[in-house]
């Protein structure tokens, strides 16, 4: 089972500087890992498909990266909305889904 | 506007039961494959059963499989979750969410609905 490491756990951040969270799997996942937003008491918001492509709605400071083992989401210009726990997730054993543990974007 | 709608949440005795529902609304349900996906109070995110979008195909993780059944009426746009047999290790918010079209993510999911396994 591939499992995937996001660094760091916690990162302390303030509106308008840049956040890079990274997630590493255990093997190969190609380009099929996706990212998502959760803010306290809401459902899980996909962001970002396909380790790069921005899914519907998501604003251009989101970006995404990487390819087989090292990924990294990147938020470029942090508003006040953006702190909230990231998760990423892969399907190489589709369809069965494994998430990372996730980052938790704190206000500093 | 898709829109994803669990109900059939509460707290529940272990070794007791307890059938999740699902209402989708907002696009062509019998279309996608659907999927549960539970989350632990303070804890992170697991993927839980597949079915799908005809409803032959079906997988579960390995922690439920035997003591849940997932299920889906596409004349009344709606997933189901059958859990026998509960566990205190089952609480979570239980999730519905929907496969992306042809692709590896969940691209929308519900607001949830709490199962408590205690006595």
């Known amino acids: 089972e591939i499992v995937l490491t996001q660094s760091p756990a916690t990162l302390s951040l303030s509106p308008g500087e840049r956040a890079t969270l990274s997630c590493r799997a255990s093997?190969?996942?190609?380009?099929?890992l996706a990212w998502y937003q959760q803010k306290p008491g809401q459902a899980p918001r996909l962001l970002i498909y396909?380790?790069?492509n921005r899914a519907t709605g998501i604003p251009a400071r989101f970006s995404g990266s990487g390819s087989g083992t090292d990924f990294t989401l990147t938020i470029s210009s942090l508003e006040p909305e953006d702190f909230a726990v990231y998760y990423c997730?892969?399907?190489?054993?589709?369809?069965?889904?494994?998430f990372g543990q996730g980052t938790k974007l704190e206000i500093k | 506007e898709v829109q994803l709608v669990e109900s059939g949440g509460g707290l529940v005795q272990p070794g007791g039961s307890l059938r999740l529902s699902c209402a989708a609304s907002?696009?062509?349900?019998?279309?996608?494959?659907m999927n549960w996906v539970r989350q632990a109070p303070g804890k992170g995110l697991e993927w839980v059963s597949y079915?799908?979008?005809?409803?032959?195909?079906?997988y579960y993780a390995d922690s439920v499989k035997g003591r849940f059944t997932i299920s889906r009426d596409n004349a009344k746009n709606s997933l189901y979750l059958q859990m026998n047999s509960l566990r205190a290790e089952d609480t979570a918010v239980y999730y519905c969410?929907?496969?992306?079209?042809?692709?590896?993510?969940?691209?929308?999911w519900g607001q949830g609905t709490l199962v408590t396994v205690s006595s």
């Open positions: 907002g696009f062509t349900f019998s279309s996608y494959e």
């Open positions: 396909d380790a790069s």
């Open positions: 997730q892969q399907r190489s054993n589709w369809p069965r889904a494994t």
């Open positions: 093997q190969s996942v190609s380009s099929y």
């Open positions: 079915i799908s979008s005809s409803g032959s195909t079906i």
């Open positions: 969410a929907r496969d992306s079209y042809g692709g590896n993510d969940l691209d929308y």
